[in-house]
Structure formats: structure tokens, C-alpha cells
């Protein structure tokens, strides 16, 4: 069976860590999609659950020196416990590797000549190498036993060559003074680098845990601790202990920790978590209650019938997650340039170091070695591998906050393309709560009402439910329905008594022979005007009845489709409604381009030849009609109040029913994507500027060597600046 899980991985130092995880997990036997995010420290696999376990995966994961989380209760809370330790741990890094480092570069800077400073340095320079930079050694020593390399191949290369190179000039001048050469020792700059590069691994760290503050208040919303109702007592335990069926007690002020249906009492609770709509909605017996929200006023009691995994709340919080772990397009390139950085640079510094031998003049030696380390310390993946990652991971967190559930980051990076958006008219530009607002009948039949009522208790169509709404107190029998058929796009087919009845639209009438006229046509033609909705029922090829439905127009929605043409986006209205219903809506929106009474099918084909005029098209959708043009479309994106399919289809799902939430994520997508050419242009260009002249591609000109211990400084910081960049996409505005 085809499983896709995500699991937290630990042990990564640098983009090139996650190119290697990311390759073992593709070449594992039963693997068959992979792909790992460095900034979150994640991996997915897609795998056969018949051919290889959980275990065989960590497995291969352990064996080049990094480790799945599995089999825990909670993953991601020790994940996040062991990268807190991490974080203490890098700290102590950088302050023990200072304490030691700055004596060292003091002595190297301005006392050089002082006695015995070489030893002294040596002395000083060990555990900051052997101690504090441990890590650097261990873990490139493992990797170059899996024929593989990251940046800790490049840091432990530098400081053991200038530390090495040192030593020998320390226990063994008259090597060099012997030939003319003055025995000089690099301990500064071998110390100096790892303090800087633990440094940059702290500020690194710290940034990154604020990508994830988002899905941190989302895991804040749910309560630890819960009172359940057991013999009339109430007893407080974890929320992972509930079980459904269970009864959970919630006091005014307090936060619902599972979803459920209330049992006794009543109350108002703040769902604006959910629905982005400030105003606390009134909750009664029978009445749903979900996981996160906040009681208001008073106490009541609900049966828990999601816990666990299955809240909505859950799920958003999986869905936030995956997203953030998710690549975008543009991090491919990214990817397979972080693949082959390492080895890459290693031949960049042999050659440099080759070419500083043979023309170097009488400094030869001692230039090569100090671009050689400098080309090691400078080249920097890390900048690479941050630099879409970082950007996803904000960008889907600020989704969130404004109530726009991105689930993957291809929407998120392809939305701010978008320049034809095609909306449904019912729940999406409207209420999607229909009302029967007017009715005519051909007699007072009442046995002719309960059938039609019969009939659309049989269907889940919203405006079946505002039909059987407007008849449930009149109607005194159910008459047995039979041969019921759905007729897409026109209506439904049944039988009762014998007889056979049809309900629907006027194309559905025309085809059955049902006749028009009288007070029936005037009203339809009434009604039509003023945009309602018109259904017709009919036994066999009589006329029995006509009625008006209306359905509010939301009223953001104007404001919302004035924003997208503003944003130079054109607006498309395709509706399944009548010709009259579909032009007075789009007239009150203010919609130029629509459609009226086409099929599921129709929606997708005129998707289709948007896309073929050139098109990046954005479906927007609430219904199972609307499943097969949102996974046709470039972007799709559900109302929250949807559909369960339409949701799962999506790219994008809007929490809140408010279709103002569509141009903020237009303008998200284009701010996102804006961070990430930045975060790659910088991460590109320090690299391409930076190792040339760390090769002293200026000395011949100037006479300029780059110090390696200002290589490691702006190896350390670019990392940071990538980070940073990403953050500030919090603070830009997306209305």
C-alpha cells in the first residue's frame, strides 16, 4: 500500500545534509517520492508499506549519519525538544570557542613576536578545534566514508590545514627560516573561523525557530488538559486521553479542546479562528463546536466526536506543516546546485592552491595556503539551501494568521501569476444558504407538497434544502420515493404513487415537454428579474408548481472581485443558474464575463481554453461540482465552508467564507516570491563574488588577500541575512 508520512530529521548541518538525506530516501527500495526541507528539518516519503517499513528508512538514514524521528507519540514535540538542545548547544559553542579564540587572535593581530606566542596560541587553539569545533571533524570524517561531502567538509578541510600547517611551523621553524622564509602560524585564523561559524549557526538557529511562530500559535490553540464528565464528576485529564463519545465540560473563558456537538447548555463562542468573523456565534443543544475556538459566556457540555488527529484544528495544524515542508518549483535549481557545491569548491580550492604554487613568486606557499583555506571557509551552501525554504515557511505561516490554508508551495509560488480567476456563483460570490423566498402551485394539493418534499429530502443540493425548509411544517406523510436519479445540471428524476415527477430547471422542463404559461411564466419571468433562482416541479408533462430561491450575495464580495480587477486579475463567473439569475448577480458584482447554466464538465473546458489563450487560471469553488475544474486549474482554491473534496482538491483553502481572503493571497504569493529571488540572488551573487576573491583574484591588481578569518565571517552572516530577509515578510502587508 502507497503511504506518504513526514517525518522530523535531526543531525542536518547545511543545505548539501539535505540533498543527502533527500537522495538515500529516493534510492531506498519501495521508495517512491522524497523530498527533505532544511529550514524546517523535515522529510516526506512517498513509499510501499508492503516493501520497506519505517524503520528500514531510518535506518538508511542512520547509516550516513542523521536520524528519522519515528515511533514517538509526538515527533515534532521532540523534534522540537532536541532542536531547543541543539540550539543551547551551538550557543555554548560559540561563547566556549570565543573565550578561547580571543586571546589567540589577539596575540596573532598584535603580538606576534611575543615570547613563546606560538605555543601559547597552539595551547589555546586545540579545544577550540578539537572541543568546541568536534563536530566539524566527526561528522565530515563519516560522510567522506559515504563518498559524500557537506560544509562541514569545508570547515574541517580549512582549520585542519591552518592548524596542521601551524603546528609544524611551531615545533619545526628551521624548516622555513632555513630556506629564507619567515615560519609563520595561522592559529587565529583556524580558531577565529570555527567561533565565527558558531556564531552564524546561533543567529542561524534562533531565526529559524521564528519561520515556524505561526504553526506555534496554531499547536497553542488546543488546551493540554480537559475536563471530561464521568458518573456526574468531573475529571481532569490530557486531551490525547479523550475518547469520542466521551463528555467534555467548557466554562466560560475557556478554550474548546476537541470538536463535538454541545449536549446541554448554552453558550457564544468566538470562532474567528475558524471563520475570520469577529462576531461570537450563538451555540445550543445540537450545535457544533470545533477544537481551538473560545467559549464566551456560558458553561456547557458537548460530545467529543473528533479527537486526536481528526480535529479540524489538527488538520489545519498537518496542513500548515506539509505545506511549509513542501518545495516550490524555483528550489529545484537550488537543490541541484547545492548537490554538487561542496565538491565543486573542494576543486576550486586544489586549483587555487595549484596555481598559487606555480605563479606565486617567493610568498608561494604561504599565499596558497591562505587562499586555499579562505576559498574552503567562504563558499557557503547553507545560503542556497535557506533561501526558498525560509520564505515558504513565513509566507505559509502569514497565510495562516489571515485564515488562507496554503497546502502546498507550488500554489503559493504560482498564485501571484494569476490573471484570469474563475469564481461559482452559489457559496462562493453568494451565502450558499438558500431560501425559498415565493411559490405558486397549480391547486393547494397538499399530497403534491409532500411529494416534492419527499423528493428533496433526498438530496444534499443546498437548494433542496431550502425547498424542504420551506414545507417541513406543512407536510403531514412521507410518500415512498422511488427511482430516484440525479440529472446533472437540470435537476432530478423520481417516482411516487406511479407516477413519475421532475424537478428542476427550465432546460430540464423544455426537454420533458413541460409547457410554460399563465401566472407560472409571468412569476418566472418576475422572479428571474430580480435574480432569484427558479425551479420547476412537474408530474410527467404537467406543470405543478414554480418556486423562487434566493441566496444573499455576500457582502464582501463586491469589494473582493473590485480588488482582483484592481490587481489586473479578469474575473469569470460560471454558474450552473439560469441566464437571468447569472447576469444580476454579475451585474451587482460588478462582473463583466459569465456563463450561466453550465455543467460540471463545461466548467473545466472553459478552463481548459483559458489556459490554451496563455492564461495562469485560478478556479475558485465550494462544491462537489466544482472538484473537477479545481484540479484542472493552475490554482484552485475551496471556501472553507465547502465541500470535504473540493477542500481536498485545492491548493489553497480559504478558512473564512470571505472572498476578500483571494486578493490577499495573490499578494502574499507576490510577496513570497519576491523574498525568495531576493534570498536567491544574494545567496547566488555572495558566492559568485566571494570565492574569486577569496582565490585572490585581486592580488594581482591591488595586492589584496582576503583574511580567512573575514571569510568566515561572511560565511557566517549570509546564512543570517538569507533568514532575515525571509522574516521580514511577516511585517509586509497583504491587503
Known amino acids: 500500500m502507497l503511504v506518504k508520512e513526514t517525518f522530523p530529521v535531526t543531525g542536518m548541518s547545511c543545505a548539501s545534509c539535505a540533498v543527502s538525506v533527500e537522495t538515500m530516501l529516493k534510492s531506498t527500495d519501495g521508495v517512491k517520492d522524497a523530498g527533505v526541507n532544511f529550514a524546517n528539518s523535515t522529510a516526506f516519503a512517498e513509499y510501499d508499506s508492503d516493501k520497506v517499513?519505517?524503520?528500514?528508512?531510518q535506518s538508511a538514514i542512520q547509516s550516513i549519519g542523521y536520524n528519522l524521528i519515528i515511533e514517538s507519540e509526538d515527533p515534532y514535540a521532540e523534534q522540537e525538544k532536541m532542536q531547543l538542545e541543539e540550539y543551547k548547544k551551538v550557543k555554548r559553542r560559540f561563547i566556549g570557542s570565543s573565550i578561547f579564540a580571543l586571546p589567540v587572535f589577539v596575540i596573532g593581530m598584535f603580538f606576534p613576536n611575543m615570547p613563546y606566542a606560538p605555543w601559547i596560541s597552539m595551547i589555546l587553539t586545540i579545544p577550540v578545534l578539537f572541543y568546541f569545533g568536534a563536530h566539524f571533524f566527526k561528522n565530515s570524517w563519516k560522510l567522506a566514508l559515504k563518498g559524500s561531502t557537506n560544509m562541514d567538509t569545508l570547515v574541517a578541510l580549512s582549520t585542519g590545514i591552518a592548524f596542521a600547517f601551524s603546528v609544524f611551523n611551531t615545533i619545526y621553524p628551521e624548516f622555513f627560516e632555513s630556506r629564507g622564509f619567515a615560519a609563520h602560524v595561522y592559529y587565529e585564523a583556524a580558531a577565529v573561523i570555527i567561533a565565527f561559524i558558531s556564531l552564524g549557526k546561533w543567529m542561524e538557529e534562533k531565526a529559524k525557530s521564528n519561520t515556524t511562530t505561526a504553526l506555534k500559535k496554531l499547536m497553542g490553540l488546543q488546551p493540554k488538559m480537559v475536563k471530561v464528565i464521568m458518573d456526574e464528576k468531573e475529571i481532569e485529564m490530557p486531551v490525547g486521553d479523550v475518547q469520542k463519545g466521551q463528555i467534555v465540560m467548557v466554562r466560560p473563558g475557556e478554550k474548546i479542546p476537541l470538536d463535538g456537538k454541545v449536549t446541554v447548555g448554552n453558550s457564544f463562542v468566538d470562532e474567528s479562528m475558524i471563520s475570520g468573523e469577529a462576531l461570537a456565534v450563538k451555540k445550543k443543544s445540537g450545535d457544533e463546536v470545533f477544537a481551538g475556538t473560545i467559549n464566551q459566556k456560558g458553561a456547557f457540555r458537548f460530545e467529543a466526536t473528533k479527537v486526536g488527529n481528526e480535529t479540524l484544528l489538527a488538520q489545519i495544524i498537518k496542513t500548515v506543516r506539509e505545506a511549509q515542508g513542501s518545495k516550490a518549483p524555483v528550489q529545484k535549481l537550488a537543490d541541484k546546485i547545492a548537490g554538487i557545491f561542496v565538491p565543486t569548491v573542494i576543486l576550486i580550492a586544489i586549483a587555487t592552491f595549484a596555481v598559487w604554487m606555480i605563479w606565486g613568486g617567493d610568498d608561494a606557499f604561504t599565499h596558497a595556503l591562505l587562499t586555499t583555506v579562505s576559498v574552503l571557509v567562504i563558499a557557503c551552501p547553507c545560503a542556497l539551501g535557506l533561501a526558498t525554504p525560509t520564505a515558504i515557511m513565513v509566507g505559509v505561516g502569514k497565510g495562516a494568521e489571515n485564515n488562507i490554508l496554503i497546502k502546498d508551495a507550488r500554489g503559493l509560488e504560482l498564485a501571484h501569476k494569476v490573471d484570469a480567476i474563475i469564481l461559482d456563483k452559489t457559496g462562493t460570490i453568494t451565502e450558499g444558504k438558500p431560501e425559498v423566498v415565493d411559490q405558486i402551485w397549480k391547486d393547494e394539493n397538499l399530497q403534491n407538497q409532500e411529494i416534492l418534499f419527499a423528493i428533496e429530502s433526498q438530496s444534499e443540493h443546498p437548494l433542496a434544502q431550502a425547498v424542504t425548509n420551506s414545507l417541513k411544517d406543512k407536510v403531514e406523510n412521507n410518500p415512498t420515493i422511488s427511482n430516484f436519479e440525479s440529472l446533472t445540471g437540470q435537476g432530478v428524476k423520481a417516482s411516487a404513487n406511479d407516477e413519475t415527477y421532475f424537478l428542476g430547471n427550465r432546460k430540464l422542463m423544455d426537454e420533458q415537454g413541460v409547457s410554460l404559461s399563465g401566472d407560472f411564466?409571468?412569476?418566472?419571468?418576475?422572479?428571474?428579474?430580480?435574480?432569484?433562482?427558479?425551479?420547476?416541479?412537474?408530474?410527467?408533462?404537467?406543470?405543478?408548481?414554480v418556486l423562487a430561491i434566493a441566496d444573499?450575495?455576500?457582502p464582501t464580495s463586491a469589494e473582493?472581485?473590485?480588488?482582483?480587477?484592481?490587481?489586473?486579475?479578469?474575473?469569470?463567473?460560471?454558474?450552473?443558474d439560469n441566464e437571468h439569475t447569472a447576469k444580476a448577480v454579475s451585474e451587482q458584482v460588478g462582473i463583466k464575463n459569465y456563463k450561466a447554466e453550465t455543467l460540471p464538465a463545461d466548467k473545466a473546458n472553459f478552463l481548459k481554453k483559458l489556459q490554451a489563450e496563455g492564461k495562469t487560471v485560478a478556479m475558485v469553488g465550494d462544491g462537489i461540482n466544482d472538484s473537477h475544474a479545481l484540479a484542472e486549474a493552475d490554482v484552485s482554491i475551496a471556501m472553507g465552508k465547502g465541500s470535504d473534496i473540493a477542500m481536498d482538491v485545492a491548493t489553497i483553502t480559504l478558512i473564512t467564507s470571505d472572498l476578500n481572503s483571494i486578493p490577499k493571497a495573490l499578494k502574499l504569493s507576490s510577496n513570497t516570491v519576491k523574498g525568495i529571488r531576493q534570498n536567491l540572488f544574494w545567496a547566488f551573487i555572495y558566492n559568485l563574488i566571494g570565492i574569486p576573491i577569496a582565490a585572490g583574484i585581486l592580488f594581482p591588481f591591488t595586492g589584496f588577500l582576503l583574511n580567512p578569518m573575514i571569510a568566515g565571517a561572511a560565511m557566517a552572516f549570509s546564512s543570517v541575512s538569507v533568514v532575515l530577509n525571509s522574516l521580514r515578510l511577516k511585517r509586509l502587508s497583504i491587503e
Open 552 to 554: 444573499k450575495i455576500k
Open 521 to 545: 411564466a409571468t412569476k418566472a419571468e418576475e422572479w428571474q428579474q430580480k435574480a432569484y433562482t427558479v425551479i420547476y416541479f412537474a408530474k410527467g408533462n404537467e406543470l405543478l408548481s
Open 53 to 57: 517499513s519505517t524503520s528500514e528508512l
Open 560 to 576: 473582493a472581485i473590485r480588488k482582483l480587477q484592481d490587481q489586473n486579475v479578469k474575473v469569470y463567473m460560471l454558474t450552473g
